[in-house]
């Protein structure tokens, strides 16, 4: 009932840009963090940022002071992806923490949207 939906992957050139979006919809009553992840072939999911109700950011390593994300209103989150590099090809996945309508709180996923950096 609680979806997320990606936007924004594509293809595009090392050392360009890209903005991913993601929105939440259905019977939820509020949008607690939510954050990106991404997976390569052959290597395990791991954390790109992620962003608390509050405004608190976390990144994972590899993409800091490259990757920004933001959020839009309470059910939106945006990461824009600047001087991107052939490691940054991958599957990347929304995640959010949600209270639904009913009072549960669920951890939901996107179905992915595909960024290839080219060389």
């Known amino acids: 009932q609680v979806q997320l939906v990606e936007s924004g992957g594509g293809l595009v050139q090392a050392g360009g840009s890209l903005r991913l979006s993601c929105v939440a919809s259905g019977t939820l009553s509020s949008v607690f963090v939510m954050g990106w992840y991404r997976q390569a072939p052959g290597n395990q999911r791991e954390l790109v940022a992620r962003i608390s109700s509050g405004g608190i950011t976390t990144y994972g390593d590899s993409v800091k002071g490259r990757f920004t994300i933001s959020r839009d209103n309470a059910k939106n989150t945006d990461l824009q992806m600047n001087s991107l590099k052939p490691e940054d090809t991958a599957v990347y996945y929304c995640?959010?923490?949600?209270?639904?309508?009913?009072?549960?709180?669920?951890?939901?996923w996107g179905q992915g949207t595909l960024v290839t950096v080219s060389s």
């Open positions: 995640k959010a923490n949600v209270i639904s309508d009913a009072g549960r709180f669920l951890e939901v």
